[in-house]
Every structure is written in C-alpha cells, then in structure tokens.
C-alpha cells in the first residue's frame, strides 16, 4: 500500500501536476490522521472493555464474599449466641426461684459464657481501598457498600470482639474460682450451687450476658437486611453490564 502511494506521488511530480500534487497530499495526510485516529478509538475501545471486565469481576466477588458472610459465615455465630441466651434464661430462672441443683444444669451453665468474634470476609472491600471505589461506576452502590463496611461492620466488631469478650473474660475469672470440670459449650460443674444461688453479681453477669447476645442477634438482623441490599444493587448493576 505504501509503494502504491509512492507510485502515485512520483507520477504526480514527473507530470509537473503540482496542484494535483498539493490535492494528493492532503489527502494522505487525511488518511494518514484518520487511521491515527481509528487505531486511538480502537484502543480507548479496548480500554473501557478492559475496565467494564475488572469492574464485573469485582462487583462479583463483591456479591459472593456478601452472600457467604450471611449464609455461611453467621450462622455458627447465631447458633451460639441463641444456646447462651437460652442456657442464661434457664439459670436465671432457676437461681431467681430457688430451684434444686440438677446435673443437667452443668449444660446451660457450660454454654453461658460461649461466644464467637466477628470475622467477615474483607478482602474486596480491602482492595477497593488501595485501588480506589470509583472503579465503581454506580455511585450510589458505591456508597453502600462503604458504610455497610465502615458502619454496620465496625459496630459489630465493637460488639463482638471488644464487649464480648470483656465479658467473656469476666466469666472465665468467675468460673476458674467457683466451677470445674469447665467446658465451654459442654458443661461446667458448680463448686456450692446453694452458694451461687445467693451470689448478686453471678446472677446479675447473666442477665448482662443474656442481654448483650439479644442486642448482638438484632444487630446481626439488621446488618443482614442493609447486606441483602447492598446484594440486590450488586444484581441490578451486573444485569445492566453483563
């Protein structure tokens, strides 16, 4: 192609056709910037698909990291929470009545204390820190997601791995001294039951206990409906590019 034009400029020049020359030229150069150009679009064209590609995976990864915290990943801490609160309100009832001491009670006793810490997965929304939310087109989505991550998720590691196991610690200190054959989430035999019976502060750990793990369930409900959210604008948005 380049020795076609070349041809047909030496042509031009040999025949003294300068004005036809001068038209040839311009257009070359025309051709010339227009294929520039195409190869400059081309390439802003392979750009955005490149970007439109790591911006799905991303809204994916996104999406399943979400979906396995709920259905996955918070399911253990329920089941626990539920038996400590269960177990405190039997132990709560029988201490406040006076009841006689069962071995059975060494279960409820045993799950009162169990806890978990909270340990969603944040490796995405890590990511996204470094790099930067605007890989994000839908602002809206974007904003979502940061305060789920920088709201929601902090109040229930406050609530999980601060106050919990405050209270946690409290319950181990309490226990070494009036419990054996201790097994969290098994069993934990009372020294003098009568005693503890009559013992204000055990009574009133339990029921602070009791309390904390219903305020911990509600919070986790919470969260879970601002997550199903945040899923369901994930959805919407990968439907729009996909």
Not at 188 to 217: C, R, W
């Given at each position: 192609?380049?020795?076609?034009?070349?041809?047909?400029?030496?042509q031009?020049?040999?025949?003294?056709k300068?004005?036809?020359?001068?038209?040839?030229?311009?257009?070359?150069?025309?051709?010339?910037?227009?294929?520039?150009?195409?190869?400059?679009?081309?390439?802003?064209w392979?750009?955005?698909?490149?970007?439109?590609?790591h911006?799905?995976?991303i809204?994916?990864q996104?999406?399943?990291?979400?979906e396995?915290d709920?259905q996955?990943?918070?399911?253990?801490?329920?089941?626990?929470?539920e038996?400590s609160i269960?177990?405190?309100?039997?132990?709560?009832?029988?201490?406040?009545?006076?009841?006689?001491?069962?071995d059975?009670?060494?279960?409820s006793?045993?799950?009162?204390?169990?806890?978990?810490i909270?340990m969603?997965?944040?490796?995405?929304?890590?990511?996204?820190?470094t790099?930067?939310?605007?890989?994000?087109d839908?602002?809206?989505?974007?904003?979502?997601?940061?305060?789920l991550?920088d709201f929601?998720?902090?109040?229930l590691?406050?609530?999980?791995n601060?106050?919990?196991?405050?209270?946690?610690?409290?319950?181990?200190d309490?226990y070494?001294?009036?419990?054996?054959?201790i097994?969290?989430?098994?069993n934990?035999t009372?020294l003098?039951?009568?005693?503890?019976?009559g013992?204000?502060?055990?009574?009133?750990?339990?029921k602070?206990?009791?309390k904390?793990?219903?305020?911990?369930?509600?919070?986790?409900a919470?969260?879970?409906?601002?997550?199903?959210?945040?899923?369901?604008l994930?959805?919407?948005?990968?439907?729009?590019?996909?």
């Amino acid at each position: 192609m380049i020795k076609f034009f070349r041809r047909i400029r030496q042509q031009l020049l040999t025949e003294n056709k300068f004005s036809k020359y001068l038209l040839y030229a311009i257009g070359e150069i025309a051709l010339v910037m227009i294929g520039i150009l195409l190869a400059l679009q081309v390439n802003n064209w392979n750009d955005e698909r490149k970007e439109k590609r790591h911006e799905i995976d991303i809204l994916k990864q996104m999406k399943t990291d979400l979906e396995e915290d709920i259905q996955i990943g918070w399911k253990y801490p329920i089941y626990v929470r539920e038996m400590s609160i269960k177990s405190s309100e039997i132990i709560i009832n029988n201490l406040e009545n006076y009841k006689p001491y069962h071995d059975s009670l060494d279960v409820s006793f045993g799950w009162i204390p169990a806890t978990t810490i909270f340990m969603p997965r944040t490796s995405v929304y890590d990511n996204l820190k470094t790099v930067g939310f605007d890989v994000i087109d839908n602002n809206d989505l974007s904003n979502k997601y940061q305060q789920l991550f920088d709201f929601r998720y902090k109040l229930l590691e406050l609530q999980f791995n601060e106050i919990n196991i405050r209270i946690y610690n409290r319950f181990e200190d309490f226990y070494l001294d009036n419990f054996k054959e201790i097994e969290i989430q098994k069993n934990a035999t009372p020294l003098d039951y009568e005693a503890l019976s009559g013992n204000h502060k055990f009574l009133q750990m339990v029921k602070l206990n009791k309390k904390i793990k219903e305020q911990q369930l509600q919070l986790l409900a919470e969260t879970k409906e601002e997550i199903n959210y945040v899923i369901n604008l994930i959805a919407q948005e990968l439907n729009y590019k996909e």
